[in-house]
């Protein structure tokens, strides 16, 4: 069955890095999209980046660009997102997402979501 | 705020049907692109409801249903269950962001 496991979240202190970590199973993880969504406490899902299944390809939200980076090793079926210039808005569920393709991308299949905490 | 629109909550009873809306523009749902739809039970991880517009995964009851015109789209639940009582989100593409978008989610309550 799929299995996406998220690792990495923790306590960060402002304008401190991070790097997340998915590991996926139970697919042929090279053939997919893949995806980071987080969900700040009591708030709705934003949907931060995604990368095409080769790693030829990705996307960010503006609300993170230029300060995190998607990356992928298909040998290891692993998602990555390395995280920087970290700030307490950034604080936050942050869930690794398989993409699937009708009339648009969409998830198909989440992690259990990673905690992170942005704080002094 | 958004870029796609739904209302913060809804409620029905037992057995009742409710709808959730959600409202795009012409550059998301209303250039064409799918609307998905996500439950988030309290405490978990979203799960994939509706897909492409109309289309239930394996597993989603009939109960649910998802439908689309113009620049809106709309989730049904018919038969309405105490385990129903969860966060929905709508999900489509936005061309002028070059970026999914989500709704900002609806609480749905069973009374």
């Known amino acids: 069955q799929v299995q996406l496991v998220e690792s990495g979240g923790g306590l960060v202190k402002p304008g401190g890095s991070l790097r997340l970590s998915c590991a996926a199973s139970?697919?042929?993880?090279?053939?997919?999209?893949m995806s980071w969504i987080r969900q700040a406490p009591g708030k709705g899902l934003e949907w931060l980046s995604y990368?095409?299944?080769?790693?030829?390809?990705?996307y960010y939200a503006d609300s993170v660009k230029g300060r995190f980076t998607i990356s992928r090793d298909n040998a290891k079926n692993s998602l990555y997102l390395q995280m920087n210039s970290l700030r307490a808005e950034d604080t936050a569920v942050y869930y690794c997402?398989?993409?699937?393709?009708?009339?648009?991308?969409?998830?198909?299949?989440w992690g259990q979501g990673t905690l992170v905490t942005v704080s002094s | 705020q958004s870029v796609l629109t739904q209302p913060p909550s809804v409620s029905g009873a037992p057995g009742q049907r409710v709808t959730i809306s959600c409202t795009g523009s012409s550059s998301n749902i209303g250039a064409g692109y799918g609307v998905h739809w996500y439950e988030q039970l309290p405490g978990t991880a979203p799960k994939l409801l509706i897909y492409?517009?109309?289309n239930r995964p394996s597993g989603v009851p009939d109960r649910f249903s998802g439908s689309k015109s113009g620049t809106s789209a709309s989730l049904a639940i018919t038969g309405l269950q105490a385990e129903d009582e969860a966060d929905y989100y709508c999900q489509s593409y936005d061309s002028s962001l070059s970026g999914w978008v989500f709704g900002g989610g609806t609480k749905l309550t069973v009374l």
């Open positions: 990368m095409s299944s080769s790693g030829n390809t990705m």
């Open positions: 139970g697919f042929t993880f090279s053939d997919y999209y």
């Open positions: 492409g517009n109309s």
């Open positions: 997402a398989r993409d699937q393709y009708s009339s648009g991308y969409y998830v198909d299949y």
